[in-house]
């Protein structure tokens, strides 16, 4: 059986910076990425151990719940399993720090499986698509460990 487990939870915010600046000062959580837009917060308690656990976002269509696996192997696992259900997919990103497949519940919440890549460098992410057709958990980590810094 394939096992996630929580990464992190993306919410929609109507302003996403009073959102996080107020979970910021109550929780203690670190601002740990920011669209230069505005258009998103990212924030963490545990920077060394996860990207971020909490995201806030102004856009509705993209409030998610990220659950990640240890593994390129488990990525692909999840994306033969969701095949195999007929199991509409979404996007399949490449953010840099993650590599991740999206698809909705059946009461259409949106779910994204991740793979961390360890590329800490990405921070915010980026949204590049991923193909995962025809991949190996060999294939993705060299993909990982040849893509460039983000000029910043």
Do not use: C
């Not at 990525?75 to 990103?93: D, H, S, T, V």
């Amino acid at each position: 059986m394939l096992k996630a487990q929580l990464g992190h939870v993306t919410l929609y915010a109507d302003n996403p910076d009073l959102l996080g600046a107020f979970y910021r000062e109550l929780f203690g959580m670190e601002i740990v990425g920011r669209a230069a837009s505005g258009s998103s917060i990212f924030l963490g308690g545990r920077p060394q151990e996860e990207n971020h656990e909490v995201a806030f976002i102004h856009n509705r269509k993209a409030a998610h719940l990220g659950l990640k696996v240890d593994s390129p192997a488990e990525l692909l696992a999840y994306y033969q399993e969701i095949k195999a259900r007929g199991i509409n997919m979404g996007p399949l990103m490449n953010h840099g720090f993650a590599l991740s497949l999206f698809f909705q519940d059946p009461e259409e919440n949106v779910i994204e499986i991740y793979w961390p890549t360890g590329r800490e460098d990405f921070a915010p992410p980026v949204f590049t698509p991923l193909d995962l057709e025809g991949q190996t958990e060999e294939s993705l980590r060299r993909l990982v460990a040849e893509m460039p810094s983000p000029a910043r």
